[in-house]
């Protein structure tokens, strides 16, 4: 009757077992660390990294704990923060010579202290948020300038286009800073000029002005039209940031806006930093343009001639140069998604990119204008732009699916896909601070919720073995699987647990003792109703199970409402909350029940359990008088 198959136990061990292995990395600690990885796409961190790290480490004195090589980047662990900061400063004079162009991102980070058999199995620690352990403080600056510069570029380009729709010639449209020039020979091209802007370009204010025999219009963006911009500009930088986030799965994160033109962002209990840094810091946005094929352009590029009017210079990643128009014909604006993939005919990696309605238009237009021309695929990254792909348009190219490829590596072409599909920053940012938030100012969090969750477990578990005897004492047990089962599956989730987070497990474990509580009483009741002790046992585990299962789930529901709609610490409590309630599920009535079936269940001629004092209702004096 109260007997479980070899394959339950079965179960129950093989959880135990993974339970305590994923468990076990969180008591190994941290150790404060050096993480070095590339700083750009072309940019290999290999074992000749790892090499020039150990030789900038030897020339400064320090002795590393250990120095590994990942995928993508080297680790140097070092006993305290002292060494950690005179390590990053050694590390970084050896391979950034050049400070405005770096070619490695260094920066302070925590690493495991788990043994390597943990680390093959892929155990790891909870991640603690800014409230416990720490993370990673950005502050970044939003160049709103260059978002009036890059929407007065915008408007230039559209401006053209409108007035050739409409027939009006004129001697030439250049961008000066962020005003836009328009030279028109007479007055009447003025006047046709003025109404088209007043009419299809509301943001835009003109002033006009004679120039020797032409007339110079001058448009410039309004007040009001500027003001929106930048505010839409740091709008959509934030949006973006939270993106690229998600896309780095960091979870809790703090994005905030900091007077007109900054952003704080918080990443808490953040492992990889440097990756966070380098993702984040780079402004990568994707620019298409016509190749200037012209004489004076071949001049340039070969190094014999200056760069034409209205064209720039730019390199492929073979360095050789391009002369391209400054023209933008489409922008990462017009951009819906970017995957990683590979070229079906070179089988080279490539990222293929999905235009807009608008975006796929125009480019369907201008590469049925120029068959047998070049275009040029730039990628912009930290202010410095790059020749992606330089290909001729052999026929014209709709549906909106265009692919660029060009000499670059699987990892290479991940990372452009995630940051052109994170989206478009709509203007640069800079990193103008940075730190690490080290553990001291949470220690003490630490200890209150350590201690709250150990002496919430200790008086819990003494008070159901004094009140239960030997059934508490197997409640007890219980309750202890169920915190190392849910300290594993957040192990093993990766999740940040914050100090709300601490809480939600100490209320998982009064949660979770309720159902013990409930399996105890109604095996009492059974035994006060005269049951045998092993027809008690099965039918207190049976009664109870519905009762446990519908407050359960009407917990989880609440758990996951609060995990849908909320956010910060409110879901950070949730996650544990939820989690909590499914563990606690398998440990109070799977588990406990396997341990009372281990004690009692080959017992065939079991009389009594000790399950405490078992009331009995006194016998009524008439009935037994009448007997």
Same mark, same amino acid.
């Given at each position: 009757?109260?007997?479980?198959?070899?394959?339950?136990?079965?179960?129950?061990?093989?959880?135990?077992?993974?339970?305590?292995?994923?468990?076990?990395?969180?008591?190994?600690?941290?150790?404060?660390?050096?993480?070095?990885?590339? /700083?750009?796409?072309?940019?290999?961190?290999?074992? !000749?990294?790892?090499?020039?790290?150990?030789?900038?480490?030897?020339?400064?004195?320090?002795?590393?704990?250990?120095?590994? @090589?990942?995928?993508?980047?080297?680790?140097?662990?070092?006993?305290?923060?002292?060494?950690?900061?005179?390590?990053?400063?050694?590390?970084?004079?050896?391979?950034?010579?050049?400070?405005?162009?770096?070619?490695?991102?260094?920066?302070?980070? @925590?690493?495991?202290?788990?043994?390597?058999?943990?680390?093959?199995?892929?155990?790891?620690?909870?991640?603690?948020?800014?409230?416990?352990?720490?993370?990673?403080?950005?502050?970044?600056?939003?160049?709103?300038?260059?978002?009036?510069?890059?929407?007065?570029?915008? @408007?230039?380009?559209?401006?053209?286009?409108?007035?050739?729709?409409?027939?009006?010639?004129?001697?030439?449209?250049?961008?000066?800073?962020?005003?836009?020039?328009?030279?028109?020979?007479?007055?009447?091209?003025?006047?046709?000029?003025?109404?088209?802007?007043?009419?299809?370009?509301?943001? &835009?204010?003109?002033?006009?002005?004679?120039?020797?025999?032409?007339?110079?219009?001058?448009?410039?963006?309004?007040?009001?039209?500027?003001?929106?911009?930048?505010?839409?500009?740091?709008?959509?930088?934030?949006?973006?940031?939270?993106?690229?986030?998600?896309?780095?799965?960091?979870?809790?994160?703090?994005?905030?806006?900091?007077?007109?033109?900054?952003?704080?962002?918080?990443?808490?209990?953040?492992?990889?930093?440097?990756?966070?840094?380098?993702?984040?810091?780079?402004?990568?946005?994707?620019?298409?343009?016509?190749?200037?094929?012209?004489?004076?352009?071949?001049? =340039?590029?070969?190094?014999?001639?200056?760069?034409?009017?209205?064209?720039?210079?730019?390199?492929?990643?073979?360095?050789?140069?391009?002369?391209?128009?400054?023209?933008?014909?489409?922008?990462?604006?017009?951009?819906?998604?970017?995957?990683?993939?590979?070229?079906?005919?070179?089988?080279?990696?490539?990222?293929?990119?999905?235009?807009?309605?608008?975006?796929?238009?125009?480019?369907?237009?201008?590469?049925?204008?120029?068959?047998?021309?070049?275009?040029?695929?730039?990628?912009?990254?930290?202010?410095?732009?790059?020749?992606?792909?330089?290909?001729?348009?052999?026929?014209?190219?709709?549906?909106?699916?265009?692919?660029?490829?060009?000499?670059?590596? !699987?990892?290479?072409?991940?990372? !452009?896909?995630? &940051?052109?599909?994170? /989206?478009?920053?709509?203007?640069?940012?800079?990193?103008?601070?940075?730190?690490?938030?080290?553990?001291?100012?949470?220690?003490?969090?630490?200890?209150?919720?350590?201690?709250?969750?150990?002496?919430?477990?200790?008086?819990?578990?003494?008070?159901?073995?004094?009140?239960?005897?030997?059934?508490?004492?197997?409640?007890?047990?219980?309750?202890?699987?169920?915190?190392?089962?849910?300290?594993?599956?957040?192990?093993? &989730?990766?999740?940040?647990?914050?100090?709300?987070?601490?809480?939600?497990?100490?209320?998982?474990?009064?949660?979770?003792?309720?159902?013990?509580?409930?399996?105890?009483?109604?095996?009492?009741?059974?035994?006060?109703?005269?049951?045998?002790?092993?027809?008690?046992?099965?039918?207190?585990?049976?009664?109870?199970? /519905?009762?446990?299962?519908?407050?359960?789930? !009407?917990?989880?529901?609440?758990?996951?409402?609060?995990? =849908?709609?909320?956010?910060?610490?409110?879901?950070?409590?949730?996650?544990?909350?939820?989690?909590?309630?499914?563990?606690?599920?398998?440990?109070?009535?799977?588990?406990?029940?396997?341990?009372?079936?281990?004690?009692?269940?080959?017992?065939?001629?079991?009389?009594?359990?000790?399950?405490?004092?078992?009331?009995?209702?006194?016998?009524?004096?008439?009935?037994?008088?009448?007997?």
């Amino acid at each position: 009757m109260n007997r479980y198959p070899a394959w339950k136990y079965a179960i129950i061990l093989v959880a135990l077992l993974v339970g305590a292995i994923y468990t076990l990395p969180n008591f190994f600690g941290e150790a404060p660390a050096v993480q070095v990885s590339a /700083g750009k796409a072309t940019i290999k961190v290999d074992s !000749t990294t790892q090499t020039r790290v150990e030789q900038a480490l030897a020339a400064a004195g320090i002795q590393p704990d250990a120095v590994s @090589l990942d995928a993508n980047s080297v680790k140097v662990r070092v006993q305290s923060t002292d060494i950690q900061l005179k390590a990053k400063d050694a590390i970084q004079k050896a391979l950034i010579p050049d400070a405005s162009d770096p070619s490695y991102v260094v920066a302070l980070n @925590l690493v495991s202290r788990s043994p390597k058999w943990l680390s093959a199995l892929r155990a790891a620690p909870m991640y603690l948020g800014l409230d416990l352990r720490g993370g990673v403080h950005f502050m970044l600056q939003v160049d709103m300038q260059a978002a009036l510069s890059k929407k007065a570029e915008s @408007l230039a380009g559209d401006l053209r286009t409108m007035l050739r729709e409409k027939g009006i010639r004129h001697s030439g449209i250049s961008r000066n800073g962020q005003a836009i020039e328009v030279r028109l020979r007479d007055t009447q091209t003025l006047e046709a000029a003025k109404a088209v802007i007043v009419d299809q370009f509301p943001d &835009l204010q003109t002033v006009e002005a004679p120039e020797g025999t032409e007339y110079k219009l001058t448009a410039t963006i309004k007040a009001v039209a500027a003001r929106r911009i930048q505010e839409q500009a740091l709008r959509q930088n934030m949006v973006t940031l939270h993106n690229r986030i998600n896309e780095l799965g960091v979870a809790e994160p703090v994005i905030q806006q900091q007077g007109l033109d900054r952003i704080v962002v918080q990443l808490p209990g953040v492992q990889d930093t440097a990756k966070a840094k380098d993702i984040l810091g780079r402004t990568a946005t994707l620019e298409v343009r016509m190749v200037d094929e012209s004489a004076e352009a071949r001049a =340039a590029e070969l190094g014999t001639g200056p760069v034409p009017f209205g064209d720039e210079r730019y390199l492929e990643r073979s360095g050789q140069p391009v002369i391209v128009k400054k023209q933008v014909i489409l922008t990462g604006d017009n951009l819906t998604d970017a995957q990683p993939g590979f070229d079906s005919q070179t089988q080279e990696a490539a990222v293929h990119l999905t235009l807009d309605a608008k975006g796929s238009r125009i480019f369907k237009d201008i590469t049925r204008e120029s068959v047998g021309k070049r275009m040029a695929i730039l990628l912009f990254e930290k202010g410095k732009g790059e020749v992606v792909t330089a290909p001729v348009i052999r026929s014209e190219i709709g549906g909106g699916r265009v692919q660029i490829s060009g000499r670059m590596t !699987t990892t290479e072409a991940n990372d !452009t896909a995630l &940051l052109l599909r994170a /989206g478009s920053l709509a203007a640069p940012m800079e990193i103008i601070e940075e730190f690490t938030i080290g553990p001291t100012l949470g220690a003490e969090n630490i200890t209150k919720g350590f201690h709250s969750v150990a002496w919430g477990f200790a008086v819990i578990c003494a008070f159901m073995a004094v009140y239960y005897m030997l059934f508490g004492l197997f409640s007890g047990v219980a309750l202890a699987v169920n915190l190392l089962l849910l300290v594993a599956v957040l192990s093993m &989730l990766q999740a940040t647990l914050t100090l709300p987070g601490m809480a939600a497990m100490a209320l998982a474990l009064g949660m979770a003792i309720d159902s013990n509580v409930l399996i105890n009483e109604r095996v009492r009741e059974e035994l006060r109703n005269g049951a045998s002790a092993q027809a008690a046992i099965n039918a207190g585990y049976d009664r109870a199970w /519905g009762t446990i299962f519908d407050s359960n789930i !009407t917990t989880l529901i609440a758990g996951i409402a609060l995990l =849908a709609f909320g956010s910060g610490p409110v879901r950070g409590f949730a996650v544990v909350h939820v989690i909590g309630i499914l563990t606690s599920m398998f440990s109070a009535v799977f588990f406990s029940r396997g341990l009372v079936n281990l004690w009692y269940g080959r017992q065939k001629k079991l009389k009594t359990v000790s399950i405490g004092t078992v009331w009995r209702p006194p016998a009524d004096p008439a009935i037994t008088k009448a007997e």
